[in-house]
């Protein structure tokens, strides 16, 4: 029943940054695991980054740690993707993800039962 809105892609160079927001309606996620995932054309959906609960855990793939941070803000019912140096490898459709479940294997794209629309991010060398 929710319903989860990507914003905040666009086309960058190399080594710079973008934020990426998901606002989340219907339901509020602040205590559920909310995480992005991307896919680039002819690849498989990958996952990028999640938070597990609000003031929980991250994790994060090893190709965005140290680049990419999540974040929420509770009262928006929103999920942030903060990318820093951006390379062109980073170019995909970044979705937002959420569950309506508290525990799970959060990396795996199966758990999640709710998806935004995607946002596109294209990173030019």
């Known amino acids: 029943q929710a319903q989860l809105v990507e914003s905040g892609g666009g086309s960058v160079q190399a080594g710079d940054s973008l934020r990426l927001s998901c606002a989340a309606s219907?339901?509020?996620?602040?205590?559920?695991?909310m995480g992005w995932f991307r896919q680039a054309p002819g690849k498989e959906r990958e996952f990028v980054a999640v938070?597990?609960?609000?003031?929980?855990?991250?994790y994060y793939a090893d190709s965005m740690k140290g680049r990419f941070t999540i974040s929420r803000d509770n009262a928006k019912n929103s999920l942030y993707l903060q990318m820093n140096s951006l390379e062109p490898e980073d170019t995909a459709v970044y979705y937002c993800a959420a569950s309506e479940r508290r525990r799970g294997a959060v990396r795996d794209a199966s758990t999640y039962d709710y998806w935004g629309q995607g946002t596109q991010v294209t990173v030019s060398s």
């Open positions: 938070s597990t609960w609000s003031g929980g855990p991250t």
């Open positions: 219907g339901r509020t996620f602040s205590t559920y695991p």
